[in-house]
């Protein structure tokens, strides 16, 4: 499984986790921290559209999102619907 911080996992090992996050030293982070977990990264822009952000949702079958807190905030529109687990702040 996939640790995440205060003891909880992502599930799987082979978990897709989409990266919503810009060029940046917590994208690099995220990356290698998804990767050495075990997870399998899915990278987006942030500005990525909703559409094309739900076919690759649905297409990698992505259950869990690495994002900026102020992205979660401005794209609630694409993150807070269908079955996401967890958003997960990658600028802490």
């Known amino acids: 499984t996939l640790p995440i ?5 992502l ?9 919503l996050l810009p060029n940046s030293p917590e994208y690099v982070a995220a990356y ?5 977990a075990g ?3 899915v990278p987006l822009p942030p500005k990525v559209e909703r559409e094309q ?7 990698t079958g992505a259950q869990h999102v690495i994002t900026q807190v102020r992205t979660s905030r401005t794209r609630f529109d694409i993150l807070g619907d269908g079955p996401i687990q967890s958003v997960l702040p990658g600028d802490r």
């Open 5 to 9: 911080r205060d003891g909880k996992q």
């Open 11 to 19: 599930g799987r090992d082979d978990a897709r986790v989409l990266l």
């Open 32 to 36: 290698f921290g998804t990767l050495i």
């Open 39 to 41: 997870g399998v990264v």
């Open 53 to 59: 952000f739900h076919s690759v949702r649905n297409s």
